[in-house]
Structures are given as structure tokens and as C-alpha cells.
């Protein structure tokens, strides 16, 4: 299963984007999503999981109550609201069956989306 993300671009500080991660080759059902971001001279850093099945969602602290991660059989998506200048970075979704220790480790991933751009400014 290929993932195709999508949905970047340039938003203002306060505004909203809706980030899509598709799936080809077969459906998402069987996996665990993941996004996780690279801002500009940082590391790649993980922002929020859906759980296949139950859907249980994760987010961390600094995206908390400003995004929203769902998904269907063939797409994910990442609705972000109240965007910061500090949200901008390349947003990347990734596949696989983490356990929940390891959902913020990119090494359990078994494969990941091309990255879209989000650039938050005025």
C-alpha cells in the first residue's frame, strides 16, 4: 500500500488547512496512521495516530485541541484549525502496526506518504 499526502500550502496564522493522505494499492483498514512533521532545521517529529479498529486517536500536546485526526478505508486526513507560525513544516503520514509504546517511533512505520508543505504566515 502507497501513501499519497496532500492538502499543503500557505495559510495565515489562525487559518485552517485539511491535510489528505490516500491510499493505492490496497486499503488503510489494517493499519495505524500516523502524521508526523519536519519543521526547518529540526527533526522530524511525530503529531498525531489513529488506531485501526477502535480509531483511538493521539495527538501531542502542542497540536491538542487545534487538530483532528480521522480517516476512512482508503484516506487519512489531518484537519488543522488555529494554524501558528510554528506549525509550519513538512507533514508527512506514515503506515503501520505500532504498539502503543511506539507509535512516536518513525522506525516501526512501514511506509510513509512524500511530505506536503504547510507554510503558516501573514
Known amino acids: 500500500v502507497q501513501l499519497q499526502a496532500s492538502g499543503g500550502g500557505l495559510a495565515e496564522p489562525g487559518g485552517a488547512l485539511r491535510l489528505s493522505c490516500a491510499a493505492s494499492?490496497?486499503?488503510?483498514?489494517?493499519?495505524?496512521i500516523s502524521w508526523f512533521r519536519q519543521a526547518p532545521g529540526k527533526e522530524r517529529e511525530w503529531v498525531s495516530t489513529?488506531?485501526?479498529?477502535?480509531?483511538v486517536t493521539y495527538y501531542t500536546d502542542s497540536v491538542k485541541g487545534r487538530f483532528t485526526i480521522s480517516r476512512d478505508s482508503h484516506t487519512a486526513y489531518l484537519q488543522m484549525n488555529s494554524l501558528k507560525p510554528e506549525d509550519t513544516a513538512i507533514y508527512y503520514c506514515?503506515?503501520?502496526?505500532?504498539?502503543?509504546?511506539?507509535?512516536?517511533?518513525?522506525?516501526?512505520?512501514?511506509?510513509w506518504g512524500q511530505g506536503t508543505q504547510v507554510t503558516v504566515s501573514s
Open positions: 494499492g490496497g486499503t488503510l483498514d489494517s493499519y495505524t
Open positions: 506514515a503506515r503501520g502496526r505500532p504498539a502503543l509504546g511506539s507509535i512516536t517511533d518513525e522506525q516501526v512505520y512501514y511506509s
Open positions: 489513529i488506531r485501526r479498529g477502535a480509531k
